[in-house]
């Protein structure tokens, strides 16, 4: 159980033991410095431990931001520290330096001393562990109270002021994101953060209301099969439904503080399943009427996962970077201080709470084919401004990427070890840039199989001559691999070129089946890269190389795929499409298992409002 240490006997009158109880905690008053330093040592050391002046005034949520949040090795509000395990040992040295006579001096980085051994000790003690490297985490409090006051006149005013604020009407706020579409927050948010906290008095986590959101959508994509109206009509409703709860989950963790890494892994990949998973369901439902729309599901998916892949790859690329300014982005700034302006920028992207709307409001009213089409049309409107915003944003901005920032790229790319060995035995110099030799990679493997029959050797040929170019652009150029400014773009590059190449060879086959076993290896490879993305944005970095080399990387996969084209016709393209995306899901999920459940994992959780 987590301890809580009191520097003293709270006021008469006050409810710090009570809030701290209520929060979890084991409390334990000491009567002096001596006693503090005791208790601290006795606290068990696989549990969090909190010390708190027992002087504090403040909401109990300011409480529970400062102490409970898991995702922080140590936290601080003025009055209250707390440190997990991780950070117990620094506490201990920072203990040691402290004279329990007199109050720690400026040796170890404190503040000057105080009137009293005991003034404000948590406050000396998150100053202590910051001088010795411990990062403190200080939440933002706003219009919360958190003080400290020295006499009864300030303690009266602390008390007032807790008393003039709701501090659960601001944790039910604060549950919201800060920044989202203009769908989620006017039409979802409202009541969604309600749910969220029926959900947390119910003792619901944040976990189980993931797994029912994914539940339900796909029971919408097994209504979306049926392919009756009556079916498309529940499809459409059960997925804003599970929208919903999306959104929920999400509310329920920032309102009860329950982060957690299986968590994050959930939440960084069921999204896609969900959505990926309803593409099949129209589809199969359109197949069950008579048309096949495959071609259009995973040209969807194709679609949207490149649009991901940009926004991953141009973040990743820029948001260490020095320097980080540009006209462009003056400009979209200038553009955020007009309220309809963001409102409008926000919903053409098609962020996930627009474009499922759109998906079941389309699903109920139309046929599969006639959502698909939409989708299309919109998403590739939204990646053209998108993608047009952020090149024009690179070239005009004078940054200087960080070598963490290239590798991130690199790790992107999915290079394997084709690309790799082209890598390392030659390297182009010049003026010719990343992103060109991407385009042309590409290019060198799809014309071959747009234009020549179905299963002929100069696809393998293009797919041999887009290995080595891909291999290439990765070293290019040799002096600051990945580091100019629109070398972002490649990942994005050949994820399209991967993923159009099977795409085109299954749409161009006449093999029963190949189609949905094309949309099935896109999807295992996909789930590849989102799980790439995520651990590379929880500062992990990449899956084990092992595992990329095992699956092929970017360049054997499509290799793999053209040579199947060429060594089985018919039914056996299938059943090769078919046998690598058994494969591939295989390696990857129980790798990504693994590591999501593991003690490493890290706790990633978008709180940027980013539209996903």
């Not at 129209?282 to 599901?297: F, I, N, Q, S």
């Not at 969807?300 to 948001?319: G, I, Y």
Request: hydrophobic share 50%; net charge neutral; with cysteine.
């Amino acid at each position: 159980m987590s301890t809580a240490i009191l520097t003293g006997l709270p006021p008469v009158g006050s409810s710090l033991e009570g809030d701290l109880r209520s929060l979890g905690f084991d409390v334990r008053v000491a009567a002096d410095a001596a006693e503090v330093s005791a208790a601290l040592a006795a606290a068990p050391a696989n549990a969090r431990l909190a010390l708190v002046d027992h002087r504090f005034v403040g909401h109990l949520h300011s409480l529970r931001l400062a102490l409970t949040d898991p995702r922080f090795p140590a936290a601080a509000v003025h009055g209250a520290l707390t440190v997990q395990p991780e950070a117990r040992a620094a506490l201990r040295d920072v203990v040691a330096l402290a004279d329990g006579r007199h109050r720690v001096g400026a040796h170890v980085g404190f503040p000057a001393a105080p009137a009293s051994p005991l003034d404000v000790l948590p406050d000396a003690l998150a100053a202590g562990l910051e001088a010795h490297g411990v990062a403190v985490h200080r939440p933002e409090l706003g219009v919360l109270v958190a003080d400290v006051p020295p006499d009864a006149p300030a303690r009266a005013h602390a008390q007032a002021a807790v008393a003039a604020t709701d501090d659960e009407a601001v944790r039910l706020r604060n549950a919201v994101k800060s920044r989202d579409g203009f769908f989620t927050t006017f039409c979802i948010s409202p009541y969604s953060r309600y749910i969220a906290r029926w959900c947390a008095r119910r003792g619901f986590t944040p976990n189980q209301v993931t797994t029912a959101s994914l539940l339900t959508a796909l029971i919408a994509a097994g209504c979306a099969a049926t392919g009756t109206r009556p079916g498309f009509v529940a499809a459409g409703l059960l997925l804003l439904f599970s929208f919903v709860l999306d959104c929920t989950d999400g509310q329920l963790a920032r309102y009860s503080l329950q982060y957690s890494t299986l968590g994050a892994w959930l939440d960084a990949t069921f999204d896609r399943a969900k959505e990926y998973a309803y593409y099949a369901g129209l589809a199969l439902g359109a197949a069950r009427g008579g048309e096949d729309v495959w071609a259009l599901a995973l040209g969807a998916m194709v679609l949207q996962t490149c649009r991901h892949v940009v926004d991953f790859a141009f973040n990743e690329a820029n948001h260490d970077a020095t320097a980080n300014t540009s006209p462009t982005a003056a400009l979209s700034g200038k553009l955020d201080s007009v309220g309809w302006t963001v409102w409008a920028r926000r919903m053409i992207i098609l962020p996930i709470g627009e474009r499922w709307a759109l998906i079941a409001v389309l699903t109920a009213l139309t046929t599969p084919r006639v959502v698909f089409v939409v989708l299309l049309i919109g998403c590739a409107f939204a990646a053209c401004y998108t993608t047009a915003g952020r090149v024009l944003r690179s070239v005009t901005r004078k940054a200087r990427r960080t070598d963490r920032a290239a590798r991130a790229l690199y790790e992107l790319t999915d290079s394997g070890p084709i690309a790799e060995t082209a890598a390392r035995v030659t390297r182009v110099k010049g003026a010719v840039t990343v992103p060109l030799l991407g385009l042309v990679a590409t290019a060198a493997l799809l014309v071959p199989l747009l234009v020549k029959p179905f299963g002929s050797p100069l696809g393998v040929a293009g797919a041999a001559v887009y290995a080595i170019l891909a291999g290439l652009a990765v070293a290019t150029p040799s002096k600051d691999p990945l580091k100019g400014p629109l070398d972002w773009l490649l990942p994005p590059v050949l994820r399209a070129a991967e993923y159009l190449a099977i795409l085109i060879l299954a749409a161009r086959s006449d093999a029963a089946g190949a189609l949905p076993a094309a949309f099935g290896l896109v999807a295992a490879v996909a789930y590849h890269h989102y799980d790439t993305v995520y651990r590379i944005r929880g500062g992990t970095g990449a899956p084990p190389h092992w595992l990329v080399r095992m699956i092929g990387g970017h360049e054997g996969r499509a290799l793999a795929v053209t040579v199947a084209a060429v060594l089985w016709q018919g039914q056996g393209f299938t059943i090769a499409l078919t046998a690598l995306a058994a494969g591939i899901a295989l390696a990857v999920l129980i790798e990504s298992i693994r590591f999501w459940v593991s003690s490493g994992a890290p706790a990633v959780h978008d709180e940027t409002g980013e539209p996903a």
